[in-house]
Nanobody
Framework: QVQLVESGGGLVQAGGSLRLSCAAS????????MTWYRQAPGKERELVARIASGGGSTNYADSVKGRFTISRDNAKNTVFLQMNSLKPEDTAVYYC????????????WGQGTQVTVSS
């Protein structure tokens, strides 16, 4: 079955960096666009970044442009999110998922990884 396992979160001071990883299995990873979403307490889950199946195209939420970088390794079925210049408002649980052409999440959400940025 499909598994999405996020890791790499933690507690960091404002201005710091973290690198998140998502190990995927149970589907043809290299044929799917992948995304990172996040959900802060009391808020809806929001799209952070998207990367095309081949890695040649990326998109970001305005709030993270210039600070976050999404990448993927199709040989290892893994998608990454490099987060620099972190702000307290980046505090959330971060999730990965494959998406359809129209941006709809394909699979059940994993457990996510908690990112906490202190001021």
């Amino acid at each position: 079955q499909v598994q999405l396992v996020e890791s790499g979160g933690g507690l960091v001071q404002a201005g710091g960096s973290l690198r998140l990883s998502c190990a995927a299995s149970g589907f043809t990873f290299s044929r799917n666009d992948m995304t990172w979403y996040r959900q802060a307490p009391g808020k809806e889950r929001e799209l952070v970044a998207r990367i095309a199946s081949g890695g040649g195209s990326t998109n970001y939420a305005d709030s993270v442009k210039g600070r976050f970088t999404i990448s993927r390794d199709n040989a290892k079925n893994t998608v990454f999110l490099q987060m620099n210049s972190l702000k307290p408002e980046d505090t959330a649980v971060y999730y990965c998922n494959a998406v359809t052409l129209w941006g709809v999440a394909k699979f059940s959400w994993g457990q996510g990884t908690q990112v906490t940025v202190s001021s």
